[in-house]
Each structure stands twice: as structure tokens, then as C-alpha cells.
């Protein structure tokens, strides 16, 4: 397991109770409330999830076998970590907990989330990102799907509870992926990620 795997557990945790409505199955619910308990200690008193890497030796930041298709990048200090991309996700998932359970903790979760993502991101009027150079913050070279995937999560959340704050800054995510990271073309599709790179 490498660290761009901690997005993809996000993915997991918002798709699995969705995936439990279409199959009708309730195999394996023990490994999901767990999971559940797990994100909410994870939250800081800023609203952050921070990933723990004491006790996890597979938490390493090496991306050096993707090369030339990921940039290298150093470990972060201390014992703990965060992924903007990962946090987009899991809000995410808490919205759909809450759709499903009405359980004013994903809400409230949620909300403190969004705030906690509002004061980590750098706004310049209609728009804004994450400072990549912030010790704690682990990314990748796509920017792009970092922030959109907290896009699709701030939006989602914004939708089912009306909480402006988090519309608002999907806005001004939005507004500096597609206008300052050439991440499109002129027609809206999608430009070659990874240029020098023939795959």
C-alpha cells in the first residue's frame, strides 16, 4: 500500500453504503462501522482528518517507482499527515451517511470538515487552492484531482445540507482548476497529463 492509496479508501467508504442499497448485502457490516469509528477519530479539533503513521510502516512517501509519471516528494514530519484529496472524499461519504442514517453527527462531522478545508485552502478572491507547501500536506502532481475531488465533495455536501460555505468555496476551487492549471482545453477536453510521458 503506498500513500495514494489513502484516496482511494475514500473512494470505498462513500461507495460502499450506496453499493449495499443496490445488493441488499450486509456482509462484512462489522469492517464498515469500524471504518466509520476510525474517520471520526481521525477528525482534529479543526475539522481535518489527519493520517496517523506511527504503527503503519506502508505509510512511506515514495512515489519513486511511478516514475516519470508521479513527481518524488518528502515524508512528512511528526507523526501524522493529511491528503486534500482524501478529505473531499471522505466528505463525501459523510453526506451520504447522513442521507442515510440522519444522524446529525455526519452533519455536524461535515460541517467542521468544510470549515477546517475553508481554512487550509489560500483564497484570492473568486478563487483558491491548497499551498502544497505546507510540511503536512501530502499531493501528487495533479492538482487538478486534488481539488476536485474536494469540489465533488463540497458540493455534495452543500446540496443535501444548504451550508453555504461549502458551495462557495467548490466555487473558487472550480474557478482555479479550470482557469489557472491548463488542465483543459479549449474545446473542455481533457489535455495530456503527464506530457513528456508517452502512456
Given at each position: ?30 469492517v464498515e462501522q469500524r471504518w466509520l469509528e476510525v ?34 516528494g518528502k515524508e512528512p514530519p511528526g507523526d501524522h ?22 444522524d446529525s453527527k455526519w452533519k455536524n462531522a461535515g ?89
Amino acid at each position: 500500500v503506498d500513500l495514494g492509496d489513502i484516496g482511494i479508501l475514500g473512494m470505498f467508504v462513500e461507495a460502499l453504503p450506496l453499493l449495499r442499497i443496490v445488493s441488499g448485502s450486509s456482509q462484512n457490516y462489522h469492517v464498515e462501522q469500524r471504518w466509520l469509528e476510525v474517520i471520526r477519530q481521525m477528525q482534529g479539533p479543526d475539522g481535518l482528518l489527519y493520517i496517523p503513521k506511527i504503527g503503519r510502516p506502508w505509510c512511506v512517501w515514495n512515489y519513486s517507482k511511478f516514475a516519470p509519471l508521479c513527481l518524488p516528494g518528502k515524508e512528512p514530519p511528526g507523526d501524522h499527515y493529511l491528503s486534500p484529496y482524501f478529505l473531499g472524499r471522505i466528505l463525501g461519504a459523510m453526506t451520504v451517511y447522513l442521507l442515510l442514517t440522519g444522524d446529525s453527527k455526519w452533519k455536524n462531522a461535515g460541517k467542521k470538515l468544510v470549515d477546517g478545508l475553508g481554512n487550509l485552502a489560500e483564497v484570492k478572491g473568486k478563487k483558491a487552492h491548497f499551498s502544497f507547501t505546507d510540511p503536512l500536506i501530502i499531493h501528487d502532481n495533479t492538482a487538478a484531482l486534488t481539488h476536485s475531488w474536494c469540489i465533488q465533495g463540497l458540493a455534495k455536501y452543500a446540496m443535501y445540507t444548504g451550508y453555504e460555505p461549502a458551495l462557495d468555496l467548490a466555487g473558487k476551487f472550480a474557478h482555479w482548476v479550470i482557469e489557472d492549471l491548463h488542465y483543459f482545453g479549449p474545446d473542455g477536453s481533457f489535455l495530456r497529463e503527464y506530457p513528456g510521458n508517452p502512456r
